[in-house]
């Protein structure tokens, strides 16, 4: 499996956690799909850094805290 595969199956795995985990922490649900949007970019550019497996999820979030 190629890295693009591997990142859009992170993507779909993770998508409706982070997305949950950043509308409970701003007012507007707009402000969290930006927040989601950005993660995703970030994951994309340093996806050589992400880690693997359970771990993912919460470097996912680690990134969206930021």
């Known amino acids: 499996m190629n890295s693009d595969d591997q990142f ?3 993507y779909a795995a993770t998508f409706p956690s982070l997305l949950g985990y950043a509308l409970r922490r701003v007012e ?4 969290a799909a ?3 949007a950005e993660t995703f970019l970030i ?5 050589a850094e992400m880690p ?3 771990e ?3 470097w996912l979030y680690g990134v969206a805290r930021v």
């Open 34 to 36: 930006d927040i989601v």
């Open 43 to 47: 994951a994309w550019r340093r996806r």
């Open 28 to 31: 507007q649900p707009a402000d």
């Open 52 to 54: 693997g497996g359970h």
């Open 56 to 58: 993912t999820r919460l």
């Open 8 to 10: 859009r199956q992170v």
